[in-house]
């Protein structure tokens, strides 16, 4: 990777002459071609201008590092092109080269080397970076002049909340809006932990645990430059990663918690005749209460995030920079899954895109639920489980995809198949929501009730969830390994893995309610867990940017160990967590405090329609 910055600050005038030297970094890829390999007993490598000859012991090395290296140009960006004849043609290795600011990469290289080609060697430019080649452009000028408005806003609310409420204890409705923007009220908010009765505590530790679940898991996929790609490849492939691997499936948590509450939260305030009158404020309060932090981030990764730091790779930065400058309206609009994958705002915002379209469809199922008729409401919620589960499965098994992000058919060809027409689509993924509601229900019934059953089939329930959920934890394990093809299987697993895990967290969650979760509904309601719960959606949606711009700022290749990248794990988590909490007092929490006020007069009238 070079110098990247002493290379930048090259700057000489010379002495006799108008003309300056200054550095320009490039990154070229250099290509081995028109590669025979032979038997060289003499020790040496002669070159005949269009032969590279090897010995045997090299020939084989290179072989089997081939065979292993091709899996990881999906994962760790090497660009191996299988289809050509020889064992390394095509192998691109990237090296980075500081040359003069007027010079191309093939006038410095073979200006100043030889002409690589004649001895067996091509290379193409990959990027040059230049001294301040990142200009302000107008919209970092609007992202500056928001964060001011903003910064004013706080200060307002902050020095109304020390001083003027020690005068007038009962502010008026425009010093609460005032008031929204306080620093210190946000923060008592935030950091003040209250018990209510009708809680489902075990979900912030849920929320929080599953969080920290996908962080891990974008840790770990996030690495870029890695000096020991296959021992990484291998590591993954065996079991110790299995924790790691399986981490996507925190992701239906999420799909399953928030069907899960929007049913048991519905039932309560409202009824089928209501939802349909107020309609327009159900969808509005969802969009509204997603967009602030949603609309923040995008605005930042547009702007301001391309300016925080630099380094030879900063292309990615850059690169979402320009996704979010072209592809913001399909972020706020939450139509993300179903746009441009390659040029996705926010890559992470998949998943409020279809949890959003899933809110949006919800009353088709919610209106017979709310009804107040049992029957109706559980013909309606299994119906729609099951012709939702019919639809994927039957959809599943004409596409036939594999059944994990690293099998051996998505690192060759298929990944961005995969992620497009599977792991972001909307139909795969609405299993685990409806589950959700299923168990959101149940609880509703339950509501002021006793759930009464025998500890002997409190502890048959537990052992089958436990069961199920290591189950599918392990399953990947098995079917990213070389041998593995059996398409049917993968079929399957993509159709019912997902609800089944949303099966099984549904029984903890009903049973920590009720009293059955034993320790583990101890650990999981831990006052502890409520703080990164209420800061999760804002963490979530920052901290794979973040990890972007670190790893993007780095000078040198990292070594894969598990023990190095967990270091780089704590270091992520522990500056996303800071930032994620200044965007929640900043923004989610102000935002929230003036949405409640504008639209309280449309919450009573949905009251008295109830």
């Given at each position: 990777?070079?110098?990247y910055?002493?290379?930048?600050?090259?700057?000489?005038?010379?002495?006799?002459?108008?003309?300056?030297?200054?550095?320009?970094?490039?990154v070229?890829?250099a290509?081995?071609?028109?590669?025979?390999?032979?038997?060289?007993?003499?020790?040496q490598?002669p070159?005949?201008?269009?032969?590279?000859?090897?010995n045997?012991?090299?020939?084989?090395?290179?072989?089997?590092?081939?065979?292993?290296h091709?899996?990881?140009?999906?994962?760790?960006g090497?660009?191996v092109?299988?289809?050509?004849?020889?064992?390394?043609?095509?192998?691109?290795?990237?090296?980075?080269?500081?040359?003069?600011?007027v010079c191309?990469?093939?006038?410095?290289?073979?200006?100043?080397?030889?002409?690589?080609?004649?001895?067996?060697?091509?290379?193409?430019?990959?990027?040059?970076?230049?001294?301040n080649?990142?200009?302000?452009?107008?919209?970092?000028?609007?992202?500056?002049?928001?964060?001011?408005?903003?910064g004013?806003?706080?200060?307002m609310?902050?020095v109304?909340?020390?001083?003027?409420?020690?005068?007038?204890?009962?502010?008026?409705?425009?010093?609460?809006?005032?008031?929204?923007?306080?620093?210190?009220?946000?923060l008592?908010?935030?950091?003040?932990?209250?018990?209510?009765?009708?809680?489902?505590?075990?979900?912030?530790?849920?929320?929080?645990?599953?969080?920290?679940w996908?962080?891990?898991?974008?840790?770990?996929?996030?690495?870029?430059?890695?000096?020991n790609?296959?021992?990484?490849?291998?590591?993954?492939?065996?079991?110790?990663?299995?924790?790691?691997?399986?981490?996507?499936?925190a992701?239906?948590?999420f799909?399953?918690?928030?069907?899960?509450?929007?049913?048991?939260?519905?039932?309560?305030?409202?009824?089928?005749?209501g939802?349909?009158?107020?309609?327009?404020?159900?969808?509005?309060?969802?969009?509204?209460?997603?967009?602030?932090?949603?609309?923040f981030?995008?605005?930042?990764?547009?702007?301001?995030?391309?300016?925080?730091?630099?380094?030879?790779?900063?292309?990615?930065?850059?690169?979402?920079?320009?996704?979010?400058?072209?592809?913001?309206?399909?972020?706020?609009?939450?139509?993300?899954?179903?746009?441009?994958?390659?040029?996705?705002?926010?890559?992470v915002?998949?998943?409020?895109?279809?949890?959003?379209?899933?809110?949006?469809?919800?009353?088709?199922?919610?209106?017979?639920?709310?009804?107040?008729?049992?029957?109706l409401?559980?013909?309606?919620?299994?119906?729609?489980?099951l012709?939702?589960?019919?639809?994927a499965?039957?959809?599943?098994?004409?596409q036939?995809?594999?059944?994990?992000?690293?099998?051996?058919?998505?690192?060759?060809?298929?990944?961005?198949?995969?992620?497009?027409?599977?792991?972001?689509?909307t139909?795969?993924?609405?299993?685990?929501?409806?589950?959700?509601?299923?168990?959101?229900?149940?609880?509703?019934?339950?509501?002021?009730?006793?759930?009464?059953?025998?500890?002997?089939?409190?502890?048959?329930?537990?052992?089958?969830?436990?069961?199920?959920?290591?189950?599918?934890i392990?399953?990947?394990?098995?079917?990213?390994?070389?041998?593995?093809?059996?398409?049917?299987?993968?079929?399957?697993?993509n159709?019912?893995?997902?609800?089944?895990?949303?099966?099984?967290?549904?029984?903890?969650?009903?049973a920590?309610?009720?009293?059955?979760?034993?320790p583990?509904?101890?650990?999981?309601?831990?006052?502890?867990?409520?703080?990164?719960?209420?800061?999760?959606?804002?963490?979530?949606?920052?901290?794979?940017?973040?990890?972007?711009i670190?790893?993007?700022?780095?000078?040198a290749?990292?070594?894969?160990?598990?023990?190095?990248?967990?270091?780089?794990?704590?270091?992520?988590?522990?500056?996303?967590?800071?930032?994620?909490?200044?965007?929640?007092?900043?923004?989610?929490?102000?935002?929230?405090?003036?949405?409640?006020?504008?639209?309280?007069?449309?919450?009573?009238?949905t009251?008295?329609?109830?």
């Amino acid at each position: 990777m070079g110098n990247y910055y002493e290379c930048l600050e090259i700057h000489e005038n010379m002495e006799y002459s108008n003309v300056s030297i200054d550095g320009k970094y490039c990154v070229v890829g250099a290509m081995i071609k028109n590669t025979r390999f032979e038997a060289n007993t003499d020790n040496q490598w002669p070159i005949d201008h269009n032969d590279l000859r090897l010995n045997d012991n090299i020939t084989q090395i290179l072989k089997d590092y081939e065979m292993k290296h091709s899996r990881l140009k999906k994962i760790f960006g090497t660009n191996v092109d299988k289809s050509t004849e020889h064992v390394v043609d095509n192998v691109v290795f990237k090296l980075a080269i500081c040359i003069p600011k007027v010079c191309t990469t093939r006038e410095a290289v073979e200006g100043l080397f030889i002409n690589l080609t004649t001895v067996g060697f091509d290379f193409k430019d990959d990027f040059c970076r230049l001294p301040n080649d990142k200009p302000w452009i107008p919209g970092d000028y609007v992202a500056i002049s928001i964060l001011s408005l903003i910064g004013f806003l706080v200060i307002m609310g902050t020095v109304y909340d020390i001083w003027y409420l020690k005068k007038t204890k009962k502010p008026e409705s425009i010093n609460n809006a005032i008031l929204s923007f306080s620093l210190l009220k946000n923060l008592r908010d935030l950091f003040t932990i209250s018990k209510r009765s009708g809680t489902l505590d075990c979900l912030d530790g849920l929320r929080a645990l599953s969080m920290l679940w996908v962080v891990i898991g974008h840790s770990f996929s996030s690495q870029t430059q890695i000096v020991n790609g296959i021992d990484a490849f291998q590591w993954l492939k065996s079991m110790k990663s299995l924790w790691v691997i399986a981490a996507p499936i925190a992701v239906d948590t999420f799909f399953t918690i928030s069907g899960l509450l929007l049913v048991y939260v519905a039932t309560k305030k409202m009824t089928s005749m209501g939802l349909i009158k107020s309609l327009h404020l159900f969808y509005l309060h969802r969009v509204l209460r997603m967009f602030p932090v949603l609309a923040f981030v995008v605005l930042m990764e547009a702007t301001l995030f391309n300016h925080i730091s630099d380094g030879p790779f900063w292309e990615r930065v850059a690169k979402n920079s320009e996704n979010c400058k072209r592809q913001w309206w399909l972020a706020l609009l939450h139509f993300q899954n179903y746009g441009n994958l390659d040029n996705m705002c926010i890559a992470v915002s998949w998943y409020l895109s279809i949890d959003v379209q899933l809110h949006l469809l919800s009353p088709l199922v919610l209106f017979w639920v709310l009804n107040g008729k049992r029957l109706l409401g559980w013909g309606a919620l299994i119906i729609a489980t099951l012709l939702t589960m019919t639809a994927a499965t039957i959809y599943n098994f004409e596409q036939n995809f594999s059944s994990t992000m690293l099998s051996q058919r998505n690192l060759n060809d298929h990944l961005l198949n995969y992620m497009e027409y599977y792991y972001v689509n909307t139909l795969t993924r609405a299993s685990p929501f409806l589950v959700g509601m299923i168990y959101g229900y149940m609880l509703h019934l339950l509501r002021n009730k006793k759930l009464n059953i025998s500890q002997i089939t409190n502890l048959i329930l537990w052992i089958l969830a436990l069961a199920l959920m290591l189950l599918i934890i392990y399953i990947p394990h098995p079917t990213m390994q070389e041998d593995w093809e059996y398409q049917n299987l993968d079929n399957i697993i993509n159709s019912f893995m997902r609800p089944a895990w949303a099966i099984a967290l549904g029984w903890l969650i009903t049973a920590c309610a009720h009293g059955y979760g034993g320790p583990i509904n101890t650990f999981l309601s831990l006052n502890f867990w409520k703080i990164p719960a209420r800061v999760s959606y804002a963490l979530y949606l920052i901290h794979y940017s973040l990890m972007a711009i670190i790893n993007s700022s780095k000078v040198a290749p990292t070594y894969f160990s598990v023990g190095n990248i967990v270091f780089h794990f704590c270091a992520y988590l522990f500056i996303s967590l800071l930032i994620a909490i200044l965007i929640t007092v900043l923004i989610d929490f102000p935002i929230a405090n003036l949405l409640k006020l504008i639209l309280s007069k449309g919450i009573r009238k949905t009251e008295n329609n109830k």
